[in-house]
C-alpha cells in the first residue's frame, strides 16, 4: 500500500509542476505585438476592455490559434498589437 500512495504523490506532484512550472512556454516574439498572458476570469471582452481594444475579435486576428469556441485557458499567450500598449 505505501508504495502505491508514494506513486501517487510522485503522479500529483509531476502534474503540478506541469501546471505550474511553465506548462505554457512564452511564444517567440512577434514584431508590432506584445504578449498578454492570460489571467484567471479572463475573457477575450476583458482583455479587450483592459487595453482599449473596440472589437474583440481584434484579438482573435491577432491569434489565429485562438479555437472557434474562443476558448482560452488561465496562463496562455496572447498576442496584443504594440497600437494598444499600455
Given at each position: 500500500?505505501?508504495?502505491?500512495e ?25 514584431k ?13 471582452i476583458r482583455?479587450?476592455n ?37
Amino acid at each position: 500500500m505505501e508504495n502505491n500512495e508514494n506513486k501517487m504523490v510522485e503522479l500529483e506532484e509531476e502534474m503540478m509542476e506541469a501546471v505550474s512550472g511553465g506548462a505554457f512556454p512564452i511564444p517567440p516574439a512577434k514584431k508590432g505585438f506584445f504578449l498578454h498572458q492570460v489571467q484567471a476570469k479572463d475573457t477575450l471582452i476583458r482583455i479587450a476592455n483592459k487595453y482599449h481594444i473596440p472589437n474583440w475579435r481584434k484579438i482573435k486576428d491577432w491569434n489565429p490559434k485562438i479555437p472557434e469556441n474562443n476558448l482560452i485557458r488561465t496562463g496562455d499567450y496572447l498576442y496584443i498589437s504594440n497600437e494598444y500598449r499600455p
